[in-house]
């Protein structure tokens, strides 16, 4: 029920760009991206709700998109003008319980594997 499944992610010289995709059970909840880089806590990145308003950390605002598309239960992230700073392992999440804007990791209950993505200089 709560499995996610991700892919997309790699390696790219800094300004190019990567999409990242996440399969997932419904749509019915808001959803996020968030990432972790060695050493570092893990962060909010980005999220869609249901409703289709969207949400950015500063550091990518301007650069990466979050789309959904509820009819195939997936949420997208495209990512323009990647830094070597966004290098990380990317997770999908999803909530079970907020159809509005979150951005605590605890907001989320089921999250994947996450995937990585690295930007070299």
């Known amino acids: 029920q709560g499995q996610l499944v991700e892919s997309g992610g790699g390696l790219v010289q800094a300004g190019g760009s990567l999409r990242l995709s996440c399969k997932t059970s419904?749509?019915?909840?808001?959803m996020a991206w968030f990432r972790q880089a060695p050493g570092k806590e893990r962060e909010f990145v980005s999220a869609?709700?249901?409703?289709?308003?969207?949400a950015y950390s500063d550091s990518v605002k301007g650069r990466f998109t979050i789309s959904s598309d509820s009819a195939k239960d997936t949420v997208d992230l495209q990512m323009n003008s990647l830094k070597p700073e966004d290098t990380a392992l990317y997770y999908c999440?999803?909530?079970?319980?907020?159809?509005?804007?979150?951005?605590?990791?605890?907001?989320?209950?089921?999250w994947g594997q996450g995937t990585q993505v690295t930007v070299s200089s």
């Open positions: 419904t749509s019915d909840y808001t």
């Open positions: 869609i709700s249901p409703g289709g308003v969207t």
């Open positions: 999440t999803r909530s079970a319980r907020y159809i509005s804007i979150v951005r605590r990791t605890n907001d989320y209950d089921y």
